[in-house]
């Protein structure tokens, strides 16, 4: 961990909730789903797409899983009802997968269904490895009875190379991130370097089995390898898209936008950002890094 980083989780519990705010407003929409709109449509005003996330993880409250389930109804009839192109992210542990495994499946299908007789698509967040099986699982059999849902895989971690064999067969939805979560050696690549060659290796295996990849990066290293990816394989700009977190690396996505590649802006949104946002910092302190270089032009 680099210095600064250290200087800003060290710091972080003195910094007033309304300076919390303020940095996190760049990256989260705002507390209600009218913000999340509000800012779906400028992105669309400039040649994005977007998924929309309902802020919350690892609850183990059922209650809360419920109600969260039932906001991604409303979230989905209000990308009906607006007519945005925007599809939806979940996170199985903010869906139930800590109260249970069926449980949570039973209200990811339930947004699932809805989003298929909206003729929309639901995205299952990856999160870390005590989720990886489960959401894997989840993925598995919740395409058994509908299409309209993909799974996220992250190229840090040793086992992604098989996980994708079965996945490459059925010519799934996959988004590919690097991953966000600090996990161990034992599991995942640490070194940047390598991180960034696995994923140019399953990007290409991917793409050379023809499913469809949300590119999740903006790591500029990676975007050379997806662009030389793509040139190779003569891919055409709806068979991949790029992917990216909302106030990050605008400019590169303009680039991307320009170039012709169809891009997707992950939008979250809801009341618990001020926890997610520090548990964020907490969790990954390259993170706090990033956010402190761009506040302070670095
Ligand atoms: C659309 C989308 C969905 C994602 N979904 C998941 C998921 O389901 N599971 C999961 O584990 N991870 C997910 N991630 C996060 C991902 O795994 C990485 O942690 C994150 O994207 C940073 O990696 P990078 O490829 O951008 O490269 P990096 O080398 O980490 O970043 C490249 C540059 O981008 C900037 N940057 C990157 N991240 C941030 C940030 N958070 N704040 C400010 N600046 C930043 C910095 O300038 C940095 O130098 C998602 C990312 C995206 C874009």
Not at 55 to 62: H, Q, R, W
Not at 81 to 94: F, I, Q
Request: with cysteine; hydrophobic share 40%.
């Amino acid at each position: 961990m680099d210095l600064l980083n250290k200087i800003t989780i060290g710091v972080m519990p003195a910094i007033p909730k309304p300076v919390v705010g303020k940095v996190a407003s760049r990256y989260i929409s705002g507390p209600k789903l009218t913000d999340a709109v509000k800012k779906v449509k400028l992105l669309s005003s400039k040649g994005a797409v977007a998924t929309i996330d309902l802020l919350g993880e690892f609850s183990d409250n059922p209650d809360h899983a419920t109600a969260a389930a039932k906001t991604y109804i409303e979230i989905l009839d209000t990308i009906q009802n607006e007519k945005l192109n925007a599809n939806v992210s979940v996170k199985p542990t903010h869906i139930g997968l800590k109260t249970g495994y069926d449980f949570c499946k039973e209200l990811i299908t339930s947004i699932v269904e809805h989003a298929h007789k909206l003729g929309n698509f639901v995205r299952i967040d990856m999160e870390d490895h005590t989720c990886t099986d489960d959401t894997l699982r989840l993925y598995w059999e919740i395409h058994e009875k509908y299409r309209n849902v993909g799974v996220v895989l992250q190229a840090y971690l040793y086992r992604t190379i098989k996980d994708i064999q079965p996945l490459m067969e059925m010519k799934a939805n996959i988004r590919l991130c690097k991953g966000i979560y600090v996990e161990p050696r034992q599991i995942a690549y640490k070194h940047r370097i390598n991180v960034i060659n696995n994923y140019a290796l399953l990007l290409r295996e991917l793409l050379k089995a023809r499913c469809y990849v949300g590119i999740a990066t903006h790591c500029e290293e990676v975007i050379w390898h997806a662009r030389r990816i793509i040139y190779e394989l003569d891919l055409k700009p709806d068979e991949y898209e790029f992917q990216m977190l909302l106030g990050v690396e605008d400019e590169l996505r303009e680039i991307l936008i320009n170039e012709g590649h169809k891009m997707r802006v992950y939008v979250p949104f809801g009341e618990e950002w001020y926890a997610y946002s520090t548990r964020r910092l907490k969790e990954n302190p390259s993170v706090a890094g990033y956010i402190v270089r761009d506040f302070l032009n670095l």
